[in-house]
């Protein structure tokens, strides 16, 4: 309980401020690729639930065309396709590696996620915190995490609802040797690149 309250933010501040040479190293690299494929913005803000509902904005490397459109799936998740043409060329790259989620960061700092946790869900226009399910508050009773159980596990290969359940698991079972484990199985994830895409 003293890790999951107090020692795991303090973790997670540390870790993100000694990342931050280098993720920002990373952004400078990438930042006129992305720039010169489509004259875009480099970075992207999604609207995102985290700690107890509160919708902040979730910072990424911008992989979309500019001003490309909004595609969900029937339970609201972000559409995901190998074949998605919405995706730039350098796109496909920084989601493969997940270079695209290294400004997350600074919502790190900022106190809007964790290194490890659950992934944060997109607001429903309309849906107040009274209306969600007791599983979805529960997954919001910790601050969504970069990586977590079940993106390290299984990344796009199972359903919302899967995901949820483990999410639940995750919150149950909070500690510092779980949160190694998702790091270790992160890590492999991304070398594997193995279940980028849901329709794979």
Known sequence: ???????KHVLDLLAALTAMPF????????????????RGTVFYKAKRRG??????DMYKLRSMKMNAPDLRNEDN??????SDPRVTRIGGF???T???????IFNIIKGDMSVIGPRAPIPIEGH??????EEKRKRLSVRPGISGYSQAKF???????????????????VSFMLDLKIIVWTIKSVVLQKNIHSNE
């Open 128 to 133: 107040k915190w009274e209306d969600l399910s």
């Open 98 to 104: 997940s270079i695209d989620e290294l400004p997350q």
């Open 77 to 82: 998740s972000t559409f995901n396709s190998s």
């Open 94 to 96: 920084l989601r493969k």
């Open 155 to 173: 990344r796009n290969s199972i359903s919302m609802e899967e995901k949820l359940k483990w999410d639940c698991y995750y919150v149950d079972h």
């Open 23 to 38: 993720v920002c190293l990373i952004i400078l690299l990438f930042a006129p690729v992305i720039y010169l494929e489509d």
């Open 51 to 56: 700690l107890n509902g509160k919708v902040f």
């Open 1 to 7: 309980m003293i890790y999951k309250q107090y020692v």
